[in-house]
C-alpha cells in the first residue's frame, strides 16, 4: 500500500461526485432533463422503491445531475451526504420539518437573513413550532433559552447585518450539552472560507444561489450533513430512531446511523414537500463550484481593498468588517475565518437617507439590487428600498442606519471598483455637506 | 431486534422483519469500527425475498453492548451463540474484511446439530490479513489518522460518483469510524494482524465458499483471496471492476447480485 493521499479542496470542487459518462464519454456534468426512469424489470423497480438497491426513481426524489452536486457539496464540506432544495429556504424548512413535530422549539441566532428570521418568527408558529432568538455574541442567551423542547440551535457563521460571527466551537459544546444539533447556515462563507464541521456543527445549509452558483443565474439550496450527531443517544428525535409507518415502519437510525437524517429528509420531505431542485438548476451551480476556490480569494482580496479605500473616505462615516480591529467580532476571524471574512459588508455614509440613496444611483458597476455571492458587485441601501418603511428608530432596532450601505463585492478588476465607489462617493459627499 | 448473549443485549438489524422458523437467515458480518449499516442495500434485500436477517453488530460496536472482544476466535465464538440462538434451521454467512475473518472462523467452529451452514461469502478477504505498522500505530495513537488512512485507501476512486443518491461515500466511511467506540479501530486491526488460523478453519469448512474482492482492493488485495480459492475445490472467487476495499457502498447492485446468485445456489 502506498503512502494513503487526500484528495484536495480545489481538485474536490471539480471532480466530486462524477465519473465521466460512460456512454458517451461527455467531460461536462451531463443534465439529465428527465422526471423519471426506465425500470429493468418489476422486481428492480420494486428494490428501488423499498431501498434494497441504489438508483432513481422519479427526480422529486433523486436526479443524476443533481446527486452530483449534492455528493461535491458534502465533499467540500466534509459530509456524509447533501440534499439539494428549490432555494435555501426550502433548505431551511426541510431541516426542521424532517426533526421537528408540533410542540419543538428552535433557539436562533437574531443576526440571520430575514427569510430566515420570517419562517421561524411568523410561519412556523403556525405550526406550533416556536424559536427564541438570541445575539449570537450572548453565549450565556443561548444557553438560558434552551428549553426540553428545543430541538435545534440555528444560526449563520457570519451574520446579518452586523458581520455578526458565531463563535462556532462554544456554541456548538452547547448543543452537545443539550443533546441537539447545532444547524450552520454557511452561504456567505462556502466552504473554501469555513467548514462549520470542522467546529462542531452537525447540519450546514447554503443557499446554492449566492457563492455556490456565484453567478446569480438560479435558485437553490442544500443542506448537508456531517452524519455523526447521535440520532438515537438524544432521545428526542423520534422521527429517526423509532418505525416510521409512513415508510414500512422504517427506523432511519437503524437503516444508517451516518444517513439517518438525509434518508427521512428525502424519501419523506422529498416525497410529500417536494421542493426539488431541478437538473438544470443543479448544472449550473456545478459549473459555478468549479472555480469556487479561485473566486473567493478575489471576491476576499477585493473586499479588503475597498475597505481600505473606504477607511480613507471622509463621507464614510463606519464600517462593520470583522477583519477591522474595531469589529466585536474581530477576535474570532483568525480561528474561524483565516481565509478571510467573506466579501459581504456594510457601512454607513454622513449624510442619511438623501446621501445613501445618492450613492447607490451613481454607481455603474455595482449593481443596485436585493441579492448577495454574484460574481458582479452588488450594492443595496436598505433604508430607501428593503426596509424604507422603517423609522430612522426602527432601523436602528435592526442594526441599520439611515445611511448604510451593505455591499456584494465581486471579481471584477478592483481598480475599476474603486473608480466607481469614488465617483457615488463624490456624489453623496456632496448631499451630505 | 436484540438477542441476549452473555447478558449483554446484542443488535441485528433484521430489514424490519420478524424471523420466520420456516425461512433460512443470511448473516452479515461487518469490518473493523464498522457496524450493521455497511450492509443496508444487501441486508434489505435478502430480509424481503425469501430469508431471515441478522445483520450483527459486533460487541461493543453500535448498537451492540458488551466489551470489545480481542480476538477473531473470540468474535467468531460470539458469532455462533449469536447463530445458535437466532438463526434457526438453514443459514448462510457473509462477512466483510474482519467480518470475513470472522465468518470463516465461526463458520470452521459451528457445531449445533439442529442448524446447517449453507455457504458462506468472504468480501474484501485477504489471509493473513497483515495491518501497516503505520496504520497500527495510527489506531493506537492517533485514530483519526487511522480513519483517514483507511479511507483513502478503501475507494477505488477518490472522486466518488458512487452509486447511492447524494452520498459521500468516504465521508459516510469518515463518519462511522468517527462514531465507533473509542479504542475500537485498534483493538480490531489488532485482532486482524493478529489472526493465525486461516488454514485450520479452511480446513474444515465444507460448505461451498464465495471469494468477493474488489480489483483495486488495497487494503485486502485480490490476489491474496484468489490464493485461498485456488487452494479450495468448492471455492469460487469473483472480481467486481472499479471496486476497492468498500465494495457495499461501492458496487451495492454487484454485490447483491453476486450473493442472489450464490447464496440462491445453495442450500436451502
Redesign the interface.
Known amino acids: 500500500?502506498?503512502k494513503?493521499?487526500?484528495?484536495r479542496f480545489d481538485?474536490?470542487a471539480l471532480?466530486?461526485?462524477?465519473?465521466p459518462d460512460p456512454v458517451h464519454g461527455a467531460r461536462a456534468v451531463p443534465i439529465y432533463q428527465t422526471a423519471s426512469y426506465v425500470f429493468k424489470d418489476s422486481d428492480q423497480a420494486a428494490?428501488l422503491f423499498?431501498?434494497?438497491?441504489?438508483?432513481?426513481a422519479y427526480s422529486r426524489l433523486?436526479?443524476?445531475t443533481?446527486?452530483?452536486f449534492?455528493?461535491r457539496i458534502?465533499?467540500l464540506e466534509?459530509?456524509?451526504?447533501?440534499?439539494?432544495t428549490a432555494s435555501g429556504q426550502a433548505a431551511l424548512h426541510l431541516a426542521i420539518a424532517t426533526l421537528m413535530d408540533s410542540g419543538s422549539h428552535i433557539v436562533a441566532s437574531s443576526a440571520i437573513y430575514g427569510g430566515s428570521h420570517n419562517i421561524l418568527q411568523y410561519t412556523l408558529p403556525r405550526f406550533g413550532i416556536h424559536t427564541t432568538f438570541v445575539s449570537p455574541r450572548d453565549i450565556d442567551g443561548i444557553r438560558n433559552a434552551i428549553q426540553p423542547n428545543t430541538r435545534m440551535i440555528f444560526g449563520e457563521v457570519i451574520g446579518n447585518p452586523g458581520n455578526d460571527i458565531m463563535n462556532l466551537p462554544v456554541v456548538a459544546q452547547i448543543a452537545r450539552e443539550n443533546k441537539i444539533p447545532l444547524m450552520i447556515d454557511s452561504t456567505f462563507t462556502t466552504p473554501y472560507l469555513c467548514r462549520p464541521f470542522a467546529y462542531g456543527a452537525d447540519l450546514i445549509m447554503h443557499s446554492a444561489t449566492k457563492f455556490l452558483c456565484g453567478h446569480g443565474t438560479v435558485i437553490g439550496g442544500v443542506v448537508v450533513d456531517?452524519?455523526?450527531f447521535?440520532w438515537?443517544g438524544s432521545g428526542k428525535f423520534s422521527s429517526l430512531s423509532e418505525?416510521y409507518t409512513g415508510f414500512?415502519?422504517?427506523?432511519f437510525d437503524?437503516?444508517?446511523?451516518?444517513?439517518a437524517f438525509?434518508l427521512r429528509a428525502?424519501r419523506e420531505g422529498m416525497r410529500d414537500f417536494g421542493a426539488c431542485m431541478a437538473p438544470t438548476v443543479a448544472f449550473y451551480i456545478l459549473q459555478g463550484m468549479e472555480t469556487l476556490s479561485m473566486r473567493m480569494e478575489r471576491h476576499v482580496s477585493n473586499t479588503r481593498k475597498i475597505i481600505e479605500f473606504l477607511q480613507s473616505s471622509d463621507v464614510v462615516d463606519t464600517i462593520s468588517y470583522p477583519e477591522l480591529p474595531q469589529h466585536p467580532d474581530y477576535h474570532l476571524v483568525d480561528s474561524l475565518l483565516p481565509k478571510g471574512a467573506g466579501s459581504v459588508f456594510s457601512f454607513s455614509l454622513k449624510g442619511g437617507r438623501p446621501a445613501g440613496r445618492v450613492f447607490t444611483e451613481a454607481l455603474e458597476l455595482f449593481s443596485h439590487l436585493a441579492n448577495v455571492g454574484d460574481a458582479k458587485s452588488l450594492v443595496i441601501h436598505p433604508a430607501s428600498t428593503t426596509h424604507y418603511r422603517m423609522s430612522a428608530d426602527d432601523l436602528l432596532q435592526a442594526g441599520i442606519s439611515e445611511g448604510t450601505i451593505r455591499m456584494s463585492v465581486g471579481i471584477e478588476d478592483i481598480d475599476d471598483l474603486l473608480d466607481d465607489l469614488s465617483k457615488g462617493l463624490h456624489l453623496s459627499g456632496k448631499v451630505a455637506n | 431486534m436484540y438477542i441476549n448473549i452473555n447478558n449483554s443485549r446484542c443488535y441485528a438489524?433484521t430489514g424490519?422483519r420478524h424471523p420466520r422458523g420456516d425461512l433460512p437467515t443470511v448473516v452479515f458480518v461487518h469490518g473493523a469500527s464498522m457496524?450493521h449499516?455497511v450492509w443496508?442495500?444487501q441486508s434489505?434485500?435478502f430480509a424481503?425475498h425469501g430469508y431471515n436477517v441478522l445483520a450483527i453488530d459486533l460487541p461493543g460496536h453500535?448498537?451492540s453492548q458488551g466489551d470489545l472482544l480481542p480476538s477473531i476466535a473470540s468474535l467468531a465464538a460470539w458469532l455462533n451463540q449469536i447463530i445458535a440462538q437466532a438463526a434457526g434451521a438453514g443459514f448462510h454467512i457473509v462477512g466483510h474484511s474482519m467480518g470475513a475473518l470472522i465468518a470463516l472462523e465461526a463458520a470452521a467452529g459451528f457445531n449445533h446439530p439442529a442448524s446447517a451452514l449453507h455457504s458462506l461469502a468472504l468480501i474484501g478477504f485477504s489471509y493473513p490479513m497483515l495491518v501497516?505498522p503505520q496504520l497500527l500505530d495510527a489506531a493506537e495513537n492517533d485514530p483519526g489518522r487511522a480513519y483517514?488512512?483507511m479511507t483513502?485507501?478503501s475507494h477505488a476512486?477518490?472522486?466518488?460518483?458512487?452509486?447511492?443518491?447524494?452520498?459521500?461515500s468516504?465521508?459516510?466511511q469518515?463518519?462511522?469510524m468517527?462514531?465507533s467506540r473509542e479504542g475500537s479501530i485498534f483493538f480490531d486491526l489488532t485482532a486482524c494482524h493478529q489472526y493465525r488460523g486461516g488454514e485450520a478453519a479452511f480446513a474444515k469448512v465444507n460448505c461451498p465458499i464465495l471469494f468477493l474482492s474488489g480489483r483495486q482492493d488495497?487494503?485486502a488485495p485480490a490476489k491474496l483471496a484468489k490464493v485461498e480459492a485456488d487452494k479450495n475445490a468448492r471455492a469460487e472467487i469473483v472480481l467486481l471492476e472499479h471496486c476497492g476495499h468498500s465494495l457495499m457502498s461501492e458496487s451495492?447492485?454487484g454485490v447483491?447480485d453476486e450473493l442472489k446468485r450464490f447464496i440462491g445456489s445453495h442450500g436451502d
Not at chain 1, 494513503?4 to 484528495?7: A, G, I, V
Not at chain 1, 423499498?50 to 432513481?56: A, C, Q, S, V
Not at chain 2, 476512486?157 to 459521500?168: D, L
Open positions: 500500500m502506498g494513503p493521499t487526500k484528495t481538485t474536490l471532480h466530486a461526485g462524477q465519473r428494490s423499498n431501498m434494497e438497491r441504489p438508483g432513481h433523486s436526479n443524476p443533481t446527486a452530483v449534492e455528493e458534502a465533499a466534509d459530509g456524509v451526504g447533501g440534499l439539494a456531517h452524519g455523526r447521535d438515537e418505525p414500512h415502519d422504517m427506523s437503524e437503516e444508517s446511523s451516518q444517513g438525509l428525502r | 438489524y424490519t457496524d449499516t443496508a442495500h434489505r434485500y424481503y453500535k448498537f501497516t483517514s488512512m483513502q485507501w476512486s477518490a472522486i466518488g460518483g458512487e452509486p447511492v443518491p447524494g452520498f459521500w468516504a465521508g459516510m469518515m463518519s462511522m468517527h462514531s488495497k487494503m451495492p447492485d447483491l
